[in-house]
């Protein structure tokens, strides 16, 4: 996952750099652990966490370590020169720095399934190297496509070739854009799950549900749409603290939330990383994230109010 913007965050504590690798040009690879080596907290594929950088900005960043290594997080990060200053700044990172953490967070789940398909665009392997690593374990078949400009900018690709011909490396520098439809799984059972620029994930997601089948799974760098577009004024209650507060056009919920006292811890700001997760006890969610699958959003029992509002005048939360 890639750099997010400012917000706030739980302290879960401060990690060090124990490690510090180069793995293509533009991608670092950085080894975490507690200053006093203790362990830290557990997390299955899919998770990120949340690194608290020396100004306070906050981003978050896919795990892609070996899970049952209680004591270390391995985080990939590619730099971003044109982006808000994050991945420069973890790239500036060096062995023995310390820095705050939180998390680990999981919205991307790995769902059981009988044989897996994993799309990865550029620095979107990171999620999905731990997938495959279970789908191993547990002795799933699984497939890749690795799409990038260029095999030299593509992480993890030593790992990777010891699976042989189940990971297909797409280099768009010598071959053209890739015919992403060739590979929407043929079985309906197969679970897809992708992760890498709007654009493939798009193709993905336009592939759609199969019969009796599920969507393709995608983690996305940055919001789908214009999260300001057709805001418009509602009520909001926060049921256990009493408060009910008017969200105007201009504010977000959770912004209106604090504003009335009522505290909803925040991270991404662009409903993409999960933190501000919030039952809904009320009310008819008008969904903006980019984590909710289609079944999910027609539920309404959930939303992420640092980006998603109401349809109708009046929400009522769990909080």
């Known amino acids: 996952m890639a750099e997010m913007v400012q917000g706030a965050v739980e302290d879960r504590g401060v990690v060090v750099i124990e490690a510090r690798r180069e793995l293509t040009e533009g991608v670092v690879e950085l080894t975490l652990a507690r200053p006093d080596g203790s362990r830290l907290p557990d997390w299955a594929p899919g998770a990120h966490i949340d690194l608290v950088l020396a100004d306070g900005t906050v981003r978050q ?8 290594d209680a004591h270390r997080y391995r985080i990939a990060v590619q730099r971003e020169d044109d982006g808000r ?10 062995s023995g720095d310390t820095i705050g953490f939180g998390g680990p967070r999981n919205t991307f789940r790995l769902a059981p399934a009988p044989e897996y398909l994993f799309v990865a665009g550029g620095i979107g392997i990171t999620p999905l190297l731990p997938m495959v690593r279970q789908a191993e374990l547990l002795d799933i078949p699984w497939r890749m496509l690795y799409l990038g400009r260029s095999r030299e900018r593509l992480a993890y690709l030593d790992e990777l070739s010891r699976h ?9 520098g010598e071959l053209g854009r890739a015919d992403l439809d060739t590979w929407r799984p043929a079985d309906a059972a197969t679970r897809v799950y992708a992760c890498g620029p ?34 418009t004024r ?22 209106a939330l604090a504003r009335g006292g009522v505290r909803v811890v925040t991270s991404c700001g662009q409903g993409v990383c999960g933190t501000c997760e919030t039952d809904v006890l009320a009310g008819v969610p008008d969904h ?6 289609d079944d999910e959003r ?8 640092c980006v998603s509002r109401s349809r109708g005048d009046l929400l009522v939360l769990d909080l």
């Open 61 to 68: 960043y896919s795990l892609c370590g070996d899970r049952w």
């Open 85 to 94: 200053g994050g991945s420069r700044a973890v790239h500036a990172l060096r």
């Open 164 to 172: 042989g011909d189940r990971v297909h490396v797409h280099d768009a």
């Open 198 to 231: 709007s654009r493939l994930l798009d193709a993905v997601e336009a592939w759609g549900a199969p019969p009796a089948g599920h969507a393709p799974r995608v983690e996305r760098f940055t919001a789908l749409t214009d999260t300001t577009a057709a805001a």
């Open 234 to 255: 509602f009520e909001a209650v926060a049921a256990r603290s009493g408060v009910r507060v008017t969200v105007e056009p201009h504010e977000t919920l959770a912004g």
């Open 288 to 293: 903006r994230d980019t984590l909710l699958d």
């Open 298 to 305: 027609r539920a309404g029992q959930c939303m992420f109010p």
